[in-house]
Structures are given as structure tokens and as C-alpha cells.
């Protein structure tokens, strides 16, 4: 093979077309051993990953004498969907009977509030820091970004005597406020760099125009910053759903929210352990967020990316 | 800036309602709870708090408390290991999804999709998969391997690896997905400069990539670090503490002596020992980041 230095076109006694562009075969076996390693080193790694998910599916659809025989990996022979009506509708708390579906709208009415005025309260928060600023305002936000870094078992005991205080303790209210004060840090800094972002003539028009505080805000800012107000409500929605220490702390059995009353279904010492039922009342846990994510794709990421980002 | 708009208290009065929220949560909670519990770390508080100073008696007690001091220990085996784990696969990984291959995005999505998931739905699953009688262990034991042994969960020496499995399985996405738009900003003269010396991909990537990416490690680092000392719901909902103390982590311990034990003062002087840790930490680093970078 070493001597065939000749392009086609010479081996078949015609003139060398030099300018044809690349000739010979394509060097393909080297780029196809390297690619084989990528996608298999991938693809090992997204079995690992996608392993959890696959077995709470399996798991929560089997029956029990089929879990005790056999393999936890294999699909269930026999599919039932009574696991997850008993998760949902039946499974034990303590006195409560009445399955993870208080849970579910006790998170509810949980996550709805607490997004709802966190977002409010860090978006004018965000928005006066930029564009009304006052002696201090940069003061106190830097209190609040290092605030983030404060280990919440520092505060966690303070707020139980405040809430007390102001009679807010053990109720959905009290969890709703402890939500909008640890959220603020980083929503606040989302907006803030959102809104320092956009090009200070717009501010300054709307103003000429005779425009306000809450005129500027609401009219010209608000409008314009859709895409930030979604990733802020999905890094709400799923940093309030996955919840367990505030919802454990500050509120009592019946207001618990799902995450809090999921750990007490599977966690709990009494009783034959059902792990079908225990893995359908965790997937259904897990499915809030893991929809969010799925449908929000690269907002998401952008959520994320925004947590990542340095004042 | 602050020349031109004379400030005095009356001015932008809607700005500085606004601003309430922030000042009050910066003030009362941030700073005002913090001191609060430092201050109560030096009583005797036992169900209720209460101002009956006492020195450095929690300290001591605190100290020479076995379940402290595994508590620490643990924390510290598993943050050194969650650091330099999740920062070599999520660099490896983030490098693998950045060959130009096919369905980067399924690649992507399932790597991350546990980061949306919350620590309890991790932790159980993984207690499921890690069951000896019906998870993989006894899965390998029916497959005939007979003496085969996998069970961290019942292993004290073991267990950290238990929480390190559902813990990276969890993190690695956050780290890969921050690695990858690193990645995404080198500049591509680079690659073809070290192709045409060539050098090899892995020495291009550990000798010129990941200086050039220091601050992407150095923001990962941070996220992770955030992370580590918060651990507790997973070691709730996955190991519970045990075997004995051999998963009990700094977190648990405050809450167990705060709500459970009503031992509120041990409970504060453990919690104001982690932000201690945490103070020893962030400020350098906020020294080093943003210290040289305020010119004007």
C-alpha cells in the first residue's frame, strides 16, 4: 500500500487534477473508534442516571409478591396501578389516613403564595436597586447576597420565636414568609441584573413622560421582562416544592407539606413496608418539578445559570 | 452617581417602601437572627430560650460530644469528596458533551434531570436500590453470586459512600451543565493552535482549558460548597444518621438538639460553629473575588 502514492485520476494514466479537493478514502476508522468511546462513556453514564427513574417506575407499578420474589430492575409482569392509588388516596401519616394527597395540597397552597409574593417583593426590590437608588440600598444588598451563605440553622430558631411573636407559627402564612425572606437573595439579584441590563434611556424616557415609581415598573419594565418573570417562577415553584427543613420546622401535621409527609410515609418504622406504594408516593412527589423541568427545558437552565451568576 | 440625586429621606418615598422587604430580611433576619443565636449559644437555654449566661459551657459539652465530632468528620469526608468528584465528572462530562455529538440535549437532560427532584424523592430511591434483601445486592446474591456484599447502608464504614452515590447522582448536572457553557466560551484558535502542535486533547484540556475556566471552577466550587453544608435532607430521608453515628451530619445535629432533644442551647452553639466554618470560608474568598475588583 505504501507505494500507491497516486490519486485516481494518475492511476488511470490521466493528468493529476490538483485543484479536485481532498481525494482517497475518507480516514473514517480512527474519528469512529474515538466516537464509539464518546457515545460509550455516555451512554454508560446515562444508565446510571436514568437507573433511579426506570426503577421507581418499575417498582410502583408492581405488586408486592412480585417485589419480594424478584428483581428490582425488571419491568413488573403483572402491571397494577393500585400502589398509586393507594399512595395517593390511603397511605398513612400518624392519625392521617387519608394518603400523600393532603400533602400534595397543602404544597399547594404553599408554593402558589409563596411564589406569588416573593417574586412580587424581589422584582420592585430588584428594579428599586437600580433604578432608584438610595443611600445604602447597595449596602444592604450586599447583606443580603452574603446573607445567602448564612447556614439556615443559624436563623432557623430566631424565626420560630418571631413567627410565635406575631402568631404566624405552625399556620401556611408563617412557611409563606420564611419562603419569600430566604427566596429574596437570589431573586432580588436576578432582577436586579435583568433590569440593569436594559438601556437606562428607557427608564429615563418613561420618566420624561411623567411617568412613576409603580408606572415605570408595571407599564414599561414588566412587560419587557416576561422571560425573567418564568425562570424566576420556576426556580420558585421547584425550590419551595423540594422544601423539607422550613416545611418540617414551621408547620405542624396537618399542614405539612409533601415532601415532609412523603418522608414520614416511607420513613415510618410501623408496619409491613409496601415499597411499591412507597416509590409511587415518591415518583409522584418527584413529578411537579421533574414536569416543570421537562416542559421549561432551557429556562431551566437559564435559572440555574442565574444562581450560578456573581453579584 | 450619588452626587447628582441628593438623597435625604423624603425623596422616592415608593423606592424606599420597596425596599422594606430587603432591608428588614437583610437586617432582622440576616444579621439580627444570626447575632441572636450567637449570643443565646452562651446560655443555658434548655426547652425554652432563655438569657441565663453560662460561658463556654455548650462549647465544651459540644466538643467533647462523640456524635459532634462524627458529625464534623463526616461532613468533612463528604464534602472533600463531593468537591473533587463532582468537579472531575462534571468536567469530564461537560468535555464529552462538547465533541459536536449527536442529542447533546437528551444527553444533557438526563444528566440534570435529578437536580430538579428534592433530596428526600433522592434519598429514598437510593435507600430502595441500596435495600440488601431486594435491591442490588440481593439482586447479584439471586443471580448466583452467593456471597456477594453491597450494603452501605448497614455498613458504618460504607455508608458515606451511600450518600455520595445519591448525592453526586443529584449534583453532577448543576456542575456539567456551569462546565459546558464554560467550555462553550473557549475560543476555538486554541484547539486548532494545539492541533497543529500536536498536542493531545487531555493535555490541551488540563493545562490550557481549565486555567482558562478558573472562574467557572471557582463559581462551582461555591455552588457545591453552599451545598455541602446544608446537607441534611438526604441523610434524613436516606440513612436517618446511622448506622449509630456513622452518617450524622452538623445540620442534623442542630436540628435533633433544637426540636427534638429541646436542647436549645447545644443546638445553638453547633449551628453558630457552622457559620464559624462558613464565615472561615466565604470571607476570603469574598476578599479574593470581589475584594481587587471594586476600582471605582
Known sequence: MADVAFTPDQAAGRPARTLAGPVGARPKSRITAKRVMIYGALGLVSLYWLLPLWVMVMTSLKGMPEIRMGNIFAPPVEVTFQPWVKAWAEACTGLNCDGLSRGFWNSVAIVVPSTVLSIAVASVNGYALVNWKFKGSEVFFTILIFGAFIPYQVMIYPIVVILREIGLMGSVWGLVLVHTVFGMPIITLLFRNYFASLPEELFKAARVDGAGFWGIFLRVLVPMSLPIFAVAMILQITGIWNDFLFGVIYTKPDTYPMTVQLNNIVNSTQGVKEYNVNMAATLITGLVPLSIYLISGKLFVRGIAAGAVKG | ?296
Open chain 2, 1 to 296: 452617581m450619588s452626587t447628582r440625586r441628593p438623597s435625604s429621606l423624603l425623596r422616592n418615598p415608593m423606592a424606599k417602601l420597596a425596599a422594606v422587604p430587603m432591608v428588614v430580611t437583610a437586617t432582622v433576619v440576616f444579621i439580627g437572627c444570626s447575632l441572636w443565636t450567637v449570643v443565646y449559644s452562651f446560655t443555658d437555654s434548655k426547652l425554652l430560650p432563655r438569657a441565663n449566661f453560662d460561658g463556654f459551657a455548650q462549647y465544651d459539652r459540644l466538643w467533647s460530644s462523640s456524635r459532634w465530632i462524627a458529625s464534623v468528620e463526616n461532613l468533612a469526608i463528604y464534602g472533600i469528596l463531593t468537591l473533587l468528584l463532582s468537579l472531575t465528572l462534571g468536567f469530564v462530562f461537560a468535555a464529552l458533551l462538547d465533541q459536536k455529538i449527536r442529542g447533546e440535549n437528551v444527553f444533557r437532560s438526563i444528566i440534570l434531570y435529578p437536580y430538579a427532584l428534592s433530596f428526600i424523592v433522592t434519598g429514598l430511591v437510593w435507600q430502595w436500590i441500596l435495600n440488601p434483601d431486594l435491591g442490588i445486592q440481593g439482586m447479584v446474591r439471586a443471580a448466583g453470586w452467593e456471597s456477594f456484599a453491597f450494603d452501605p447502608l448497614n455498613s458504618p464504614g460504607l455508608v458515606m459512600v451511600a450518600l455520595l452515590m445519591a448525592g453526586l447522582w443529584q449534583g453532577t448536572g448543576l456542575v456539567t451543565v456551569i462546565m459546558l457553557a464554560g467550555l462553550r466560551g473557549v475560543d476555538e484558535d486554541i484547539w486548532k493552535a494545539s492541533r497543529v502542535d500536536g498536542i493531545p486533547a487531555w493535555k490541551t484540556y488540563l493545562l490550557v482549558v481549565v486555567p482558562i475556566l478558573r472562574p467557572v471552577f471557582v463559581t462551582s466550587v461555591v455552588l457545591i460548597g453552599a451545598g455541602i453544608v446544608k446537607l441534611y435532607d438526604l441523610v434524613v430521608a436516606l440513612t436517618g444518621g446511622g448506622p449509630g453515628n456513622a452518617s450524622e451530619v452538623p445540620a442534623k445535629y442542630v436540628y435533633d438538639y433544637m426540636f427534638a432533644n429541646q436542647n436549645l442551647g447545644q443546638g445553638f452553639a453547633a449551628s453558630t460553629m457552622m457559620l464559624l466554618a462558613v464565615l472561615v470560608i466565604v470571607i476570603p474568598w469574598a476578599v479574593l473575588e470581589f475584594g481587587g475588583k471594586r476600582r471605582g
